[in-house]
């Protein structure tokens, strides 16, 4: 396919690597900042610069890579130049399709479920990761299937009306385990021991969570209901780091809840 990219930042750049590793072509960038065009010149040697005042060239995709806020905003401003423009999508897990109905052409989202920290290892990372894809035309569908599969990702359906709690559900795997683990980290450390001992059990919980199941994966005494070692627990916590006591007690419950101890568990934590 031949594609424009609009937004060369990290999801933007990423992809754009993985595309041209695919054979896929790169027609030109349009940035809406120096910093933008030098990432883009660094990353993609020799690719050229487009302006956001002149007809885009024919393409098949149109790539709408900003943050959430601006897709509707780009979509418009480049709507009457994007004439020879077959297709476009932007690459936001939460913002629907129809922020891109400025354009002429049929629209739809294709969000990698992936975290992309720089162009390099984005690109590497999305090799084997999942795309949810949103295409109300189906020839477009299709199309980003085929895209997303040429580059070694695994392409689903995602409905349009949907993608708020489906973005809810991926902060929630990508950030909230590591909000957990600095709650952890700092625990051990109040109790003198290096964090770097919870490796094992940290990647044995998360292998458990992913071939069990995250709610038979529970292990520990909020799991088996021991009121006396979580009330214990807690005593702790607000005695050695009682900043962190109520975020302790909010995640015991929560996960009280899923182990279905959450009546004793509840009144161990008054």
Request: proline share 7%; hydrophobic share 55%; with cysteine.
């Amino acid at each position: 396919m031949e594609v424009i990219l609009a937004g060369p930042g990290r999801a933007g750049l990423s992809l754009a690597l993985a595309l041209t590793g695919a054979r896929h072509r790169l027609c030109g960038v349009l940035a809406r900042s120096l910093d933008g065009l030098e990432a883009a010149a660094s990353a993609l040697p020799g690719v050229p610069w487009l302006d956001w005042h002149e007809p885009l060239p024919a393409a098949d995709l149109l790539v709408i890579a900003v943050d959430d806020g601006a897709i509707a905003e780009v979509a418009q401003r480049l709507a009457p130049q994007a004439g020879a423009v077959r297709g476009a999508v932007h690459l936001s897990g939460l913002t629907p399709v129809a922020a891109l109905g400025a354009l002429a052409c049929p629209t739809g989202s294709f969000h990698p479920l992936q975290t992309l920290p720089n162009p390099r290892d984005g690109a590497a990372r999305l090799r084997g990761a999942w795309v949810a894809i949103t295409a109300p035309d189906d020839a477009l569908f299709h199309r980003l299937v085929e895209l997303a599969q040429s580059m070694g990702c695994r392409p689903f359906a995602l409905a349009d009306d949907r993608k708020a709690l489906y973005h809810a559900a991926a902060s929630a795997a990508a950030n909230y385990p590591v909000a957990v683990l600095a709650v952890a980290r700092r625990l051990f450390e109040a109790a003198g021991v290096g964090f770097g001992v919870a490796e094992p059990l940290i990647r044995a919980a998360v292998e458990n969570a992913l071939a069990l199941g995250p709610e038979a994966a529970l292990t520990g005494p909020v799991a088996r209901g021991d009121a006396g070692t979580v009330a214990a627990q807690l005593e702790a916590v607000r005695h050695g780091v009682p900043d962190l006591a109520e975020a302790f007690a909010a995640l015991a419950r929560t996960a009280a809840r899923i182990a279905g101890t959450e009546a004793i568990i509840d009144e161990a934590l008054q």
